[in-house]
């Protein structure tokens, strides 16, 4: 390197100095290849790329730098024997580097270290991109710069033609530089075809193929250029790239002409006066004019067509319905707008007619050019009512003025209508060119506009003066035909809340307003309850659902007749609103009613799309029915312990058999009536209910006999009292549990809808209350007299009973001291009983002589039951203590128990009696 730099150790131009810079280039040649032995991908290509940059600046001190043929050739071969290598490798076992983006470090806190214990913000940069010089790519690359050196080549030898001594100039004239980057081209082209990705349908790729094609064009070879074009345009156009597209078309335009081809001149022409002449406006037109003027079609009677279906507009085209939706046999409005380029000039333009066709089997719009129309620069041709194709009559012709200046507007107005449902729009838009015999039909794209081009949807409403409305709706460029809306008037009878275990009749009563005969059938679906003990269901004909009742016929309704259809909601269990959703679909009678697949959640968002297929149409309807109980049901429970002695254990009735010596339950049920309406009671019972640890032994309304059926306003009241009869073995075994209630009462009523009529009988179950015996296993019965006379004895005793079926008791008695002060008392004043045994016994008696009169306290009682547990000393050891625990006493005059078995305490003895002198 130090001798190349020096012009004295090594002259330029000398046999050393070619010498010398063969083999720097083979030794850069070495180096690479050694780095990607290693895979120093990197590296390869920064060495590469040093070397053709260091001999770049040597060649400008030798006076061979970017302006002469020798530095293109030289940088050319470098960029080929790259290319060459990499494609070698290729063969073997080398691969090439995938570059994708780097994951960029999320940020962190400053100075955090990364994992090479750098720096994270260094971690960070070197993953945010690459250098593109150490960016090894595939060998395509590699010859795509070779070729486009070799281009460079070319360009600077044919500038220097004739003008230059350099020693190599001989040998340069021999080169054939079109076919060198011809090859150059292909091969990069097959490279890049072989390793470009499917997702970006090889955008690069067809870039080389257009060079391909200019190589072709430059070197002669027009058909070959014209091929590739071909096949290059399908994409451009695809894809709207008309940057690309002009400079295309121009050069394809000078092979045509090249080759004599007149109609693929004439084609080319019209397309590129689509894409616009910047440059120079009109001069495409007049070269058109100029080729059909002075040439004659193959044969009279072709037409050439030209599609321009993916290519730029010739003109801006608009369509605008008035409104987006019409009935059938209902006329909608429309204007379709041709609006001429601002930017280039198609006046000369030889346009004889139009045709504007619809989407459906109508007839086409055609306008014939005719010169002495109007040439205002915005005009409105009227066709007035566009009709079918079989439909009698000529075909729509219209006379117009085709000559467009810049930004001239034709704007074509008219009607249309269908006979049946269907979505309408301007479906193809075909231009007749005719001139000199030549005929050019042109298939235009409706409804585009050219690129940077926005045409505001504006209506014209006047054209003297010229005023526009604007229609902001988006679907503007279609309009929907449907069928007629049926006029049917649904409305819902029922009353305001319905009652629970009623049968709540709903009527559904359904007018036809229309002229027509209309075919209803009703679908009734009822929504889950919110609440989980919610039972419901609907009857209608007989037919009894809790989700869907489906096509539920009203017949064909005449116009002006009406018809109901009444269902019946009943609901029970729990009070809370009912959901029904309602469907009522009707089809113009003589129409075939399709088969709709509901949903099983119907709700009134549902369109009526999927019946739009023939003349129907649908009704729906929420209704939300609030549901509350017809009565509020009270239980006040009153518990009383039999005071019959219990039966010896060695009875054998005892432990055989049922015994109901459990004690009595008294329960007073009380009715409210709470319906928002008058009821009427027919009927009241009790249905006693099987089981063996209670029973219903009386009710009130056997006794007082039957008193219904009474009317009962909201708020009135009755009640019933009944008595259950508790088994004593239940009772014994199962300490505390609750008891079913042994019945229910049915009551039987009917809503009052007026003082003349009444609903339905409707029967509502209600179940007697548990029942929670008293807990007492142990509990004493008081037997005292109400009054005494003065200085008469008196006996007062205390029964102990042992309920318990498992453990017996122990059990100790002492009068308080404080309260014998009015009484002189014989017996136990303290002392234990004998053990009571389980399901027996004890007895104490005592003796009162009263000593003063009127009311006067009598001696109170305490029993104390001594049960046995287990406790822990100093050591350890468990030891037997005795707790003692108070046992209620209860007078037998009041022997009965309030409220529920949950109840604790003793209960308060009766302290007093009257005392007669």
Known sequence: MIMFGSTAILPPRTKRWAEAKVLADTINVKITKFYLYNHEYALALSHCNSHMRRFADFSRGWGIGEETFEYWSWMARQYRVLAELLEQGARSTLTFPIHIPGTRTPGGAPGALGPGGAPLELDAGRTMGLNPNHALQHPGHYYYMAARCTEARRERFLASEGLTTAPGYANEKKVDHLTLALELYTKAYELFKQHSSTASQGRLTLWIAYRIALTYYESG????????????????????????????????????????????????????????????????????????????????????????????????????????????????????????????????????????????????????????????????????????????????????????????????????????????????????????????????????????????????????????????????????????????????????????????????EIVNSDDRHLDVVVDILLQPAEVDEAVQYIVHNGQKSSGLIKGAECGVIAPGASVGKTFILVASGAAASRTIDVSVQSNAAGSTLPTVHRPTDLSVSSSISSLSASDTNEFLQTLVIPATAPFSVTHDVEYQISLRPARPLSELSTLVGESWDGGEVIIMTKFECVAPCSLEIEGLELKRQESNRAKVTQSSNEIDGDKFPTEYLTGDQFCNICCVSLASREYGFVEGNAVPGPGEYIVTWRRI??????????????????????????????????????????????????????????????????????????????????????????????????????????????????????????????????????????????????????????MNQTDKIFVFP
């Open 221 to 508: 070879k027009f058909e070959m250029a014209v091929r590739f074009f071909e096949r290059i345009t399908k994409t451009y156009r695809r894809e709207k790239w008309n940057t690309l597209l002009r400079p295309l078309y121009t050069t394809w335009y000078a092979c045509t002409q090249k080759l004599g081809d007149v109609e693929l001149s004439v084609k080319l022409l019209v397309e590129m006066i689509a894409c616009g002449d910047v440059d120079e406006p009109g001069s495409l037109q007049e070269d058109l004019l100029t080729i059909l003027r002075s040439s004659v079609p193959s044969s009279a009677d072709d037409v050439l067509t030209v599609d321009l279906i993916e290519c730029e507009p010739i003109w801006d085209t608009l369509l605008i319905f008035w409104k987006p939706e019409a009935c059938v046999g209902e006329e909608a409005s429309f204007q379709f707008t041709l609006s001429a380029p601002a930017n280039n000039d198609i006046s000369n333009l030889p346009v004889d007619s139009i045709m504007i066709m619809f989407s459906d089997d109508y007839k086409p719009i055609t306008l014939r050019h005719c010169a002495s129309e109007s040439s205002e620069p915005v005009r409105m041709i009227c066709v007035n009512q566009v009709h079918l194709a079989n439909a009698d009559g000529q075909p729509l012709e219209v006379a117009a003025n085709l000559r467009w200046r810049a930004s001239d507007r034709v704007i074509v107005s008219g009607t249309i209508l269908s006979a049946t449902p269907i979505t309408l729009s301007v479906s193809s838009l075909v231009v007749t060119l005719k001139e000199s015999g030549w005929t050019i039909k042109i298939n235009h794209d409706v409804c585009t506009t050219r690129e940077g081009t926005i045409i505001p949807p504006y209506w014209l409403s006047s054209l003297n003066p010229v005023q526009f409305i604007p229609v902001r709706r988006d679907d503007r460029s279609n309009v929907v035909f449907r069928h007629r809306p049926h006029r049917l008037s649904v409305s819902f009878s029922h009353q305001q809340q319905a009652l629970l275990d009623e049968e709540f009749p709903i009527t559904v």
């Open 753 to 906: 809808i007026s003082p003349s009529e009444c609903g339905p009988s409707s029967t509502t179950r209600l179940s007697l209350p548990l029942l929670l015996p008293p807990k007492d296993s142990l509990v004493g019965f008081m037997t005292i007299p109400s009054t005494a006379k003065l200085h008469v004895p008196i006996q007062m005793h205390l029964v102990i009973r042992n309920h318990n079926t498992t453990r017996s008791a122990i059990v100790t008695v002492a009068l308080d001291q404080s309260t014998v002060e009015s009484f002189v008392v014989a017996g136990l004043h303290g002392g234990r009983l004998p053990t009571i045994l389980p399901g027996a016994e004890e007895k104490v008696t005592w003796n009162l002589i009263p000593v003063e009169c009127g009311m006067v306290r009598v001696p109170r009682v305490r029993v104390m039951d001594y049960q046995t547990g287990l406790s822990a000393n100093d050591d350890g050891l468990s030891v037997s203590v005795d707790e003692g625990v108070p046992v209620q006493v209860i007078d037998a005059r009041f022997g009965a128990r309030i409220g529920d078995g949950d109840a604790t305490g003793q």
